[in-house]
């Protein structure tokens, strides 16, 4: 759930992550409280522009946009939670120390911790070193090895405020292109109109077009994604700005089998992972996972 502001107009937005929430029955009913309150607060409203090419496997599914961009539900559930959070430390490693987990960062600083729960993508867990090695059985380490990744690009484009782009729909999947799988008039699909704010167009890279070009610098592959859009939107006007993201771990094709929603590696202290890759890759899915988390953790502690 990523939301990148234009450098020239903060207001200017493009959710280069998820697009939009989708609410199966299932779902609508087990996380009504989610859903109620997400809606109550204008952090969620129903998706009415027009979205071209959509796959319905259910009517009477729901979909949802964010018209502050999809990062306002994690800031929101943030602020809730009361929670000191601290951006860019790449944590390496992980050490049993006298009853807590010693988290150690990239760069060499570390904390100590009561309970750490993990919930970067999968082989991000398997890569960290020190004592949580020890703490994987062969079992967990072989489901979690099990979990895929889809790796795809996702580019922005920020234009000056009065730029017209004129499209019938707000957003539409391309099924006959190599590069391009899915195209947004960022603030037409979230309904929110300001004349004193540019558009945002956002492009996602199909996943075979991000699997092919994975291991390239983001700088080579925007030239390829910009030529593709060309063809498909040639009326489109210059941006005055842009963005290009790898996702290098993109949506959960294959999770773990079975699984709770969770994987304890360790009690007292606890280290627990969690996420989608655990469940399944929408909101729904994280939601499913963090009250699994939590119900293990109360029933323990």
């Known amino acids: 759930m990523s939301t990148t502001r234009s450098p020239r107009d903060p207001k200017c937005t493009a959710d280069l992550g998820a697009e939009y929430v989708t609410a199966t029955p299932h779902y609508a009913k087990k996380h009504k409280s989610f859903y109620d309150e997400l809606l109550a607060l204008g952090i969620l409203k129903p998706l009415t522009a027009a979205v071209d090419g959509m796959i319905v496997s259910d009517p009477r599914s ?16 943030l602020q809730e939670s009361g929670a000191e959070v601290t951006y860019n430390c790449l944590v390496t490693h992980m050490y049993l120390r006298n009853g807590k987990w010693e988290v150690q960062r990239k760069s060499g600083s570390s904390e100590m911790f009561d309970i750490v729960v993990l919930t970067m993508p999968v082989p991000q867990i398997l890569q960290l070193q020190g004592d949580i090695t020890k703490c994987i059985t062969d079992s967990q380490r072989q489901q979690m090895e099990s979990v895929i990744y889809s790796s795809r690009y996702a580019l922005g484009l920020f234009y000056e405020a009065g730029t017209q782009i004129d499209v019938p ?47 390239e610098e983001k700088e080579e592959v925007q030239p390829l994604i910009l030529k593709h859009l060309e ?45 989608d890759g655990f469940t399944h890759s929408n909101f729904d899915g994280c939601v499913e996972s963090a009250l699994n988390i939590l119900h293990t953790l109360k029933m323990s502690i």
């Open 231 to 275: 063809n498909l939107m040639p009326d489109l006007p210059k941006p005055v700005s842009s963005k290009c993201q790898k996702w290098r771990y993109s949506q959960v094709i294959n999770a773990v089998v079975d699984g709770p929603g969770q994987m304890t590696l360790h009690s007292k202290p606890w280290l627990i992972c969690g996420g």
């Open 62 to 77: 729901q979909n949802f946009v964010t018209p502050l961009g999809m990062s306002s539900i994690v800031k929101h559930y």
């Open 169 to 215: 729909w707000a957003a539409k999947y391309i099924s006959d292109n190599p590069c391009i799988r899915f195209i947004s008039i960022d603030d037409k699909k979230r309904s929110v109109d300001s004349p004193t704010c540019g558009p945002a167009v956002v492009v996602h890279t199909s996943v075979s077009f991000g699997k092919e070009h994975l291991e």
